[in-house]
Every structure is written in C-alpha cells, then in structure tokens.
C-alpha cells in the first residue's frame, strides 16, 4: 500500500484546513486508516482514524470537537480527508496519514506527512 498525503498549509489560530490522504495498490487489504502528527520536540501522537469498511471512526480528545474525519471510496478514490476547523497553536506538526492491513495492530505503512501550521 502507498499513500499520498497533501493538504497542509500555513493558517492562523482559528482558521480550517483539510487534510487528504489517498491510498494506492492493495487497498483491499486496509483495515484502518489514521492521521497522526508530531509536533517539534514532541512524540508522534494519534489524531483519528476510520475503519475501511464500515466507517466508525475515532479521534483524541483533544480534536474530537474540531477535527472530522471521512473517507470518499467512490469511484475508486481511496481517499481519506481530515477536515480540520478552529485550529490553534498546538494543532502545528507534520501530519502523517497511516494504514493498518487486516490482522496488524500497529500502523504499518505511511504516507510522507505534511507541515500544518497554525500561527496565533
């Protein structure tokens, strides 16, 4: 599986960005499919994530109320979109988009992240 993400961008503190992710190659073995960011000096930390089949989706506490994420599979696309509004100064990071395959539990394959920055 290969991922494309794009999307980031420079906003200022309460401004909205989307995210999008598309996956390529075996899609047919995704199980799930998430948004991850590092922000500098600081660990990698989950964001939210959507079940390939079915939809049902997860997301931090911390973005739960400000972040959606959805996934267009028409025609193909494989795209996963994370539609980010009223971001602030700790939303700034280079956001990852990752697959997990049927039967993993970590995230095994990732895209090349993308700069969010927010300034205040």
């Known amino acids: 599986v290969q991922l494309q993400a794009s999307g980031g961008g420079l906003v200022q503190a309460g401004g909205s960005l989307r995210l999008s992710c598309t996956a390529f190659g075996r899609t047919d073995s995704i199980y799930n499919m998430g948004w991850l960011r590092q922000a500098p000096g600081k660990d990698r930390e989950f964001v939210s994530s959507i079940m390939w089949s079915g939809g049902n989706t997860y997301s931090a506490n911390s973005v739960k109320d400000r972040f959606t994420i959805s996934r267009d599979n028409a025609n193909a696309k494989n795209t996963v979109y994370l539609q980010m509004n009223s971001l602030n100064a700790d939303d700034t990071g280079v956001y990852y988009c990752?697959?997990?395959?049927?039967?993993?539990?970590?995230?095994?394959?990732w895209g090349q992240g993308t700069q969010v920055t927010v300034s205040s």
């Open positions: 990752a697959v997990k395959e049927v039967g993993m539990t970590r995230y095994a394959y």
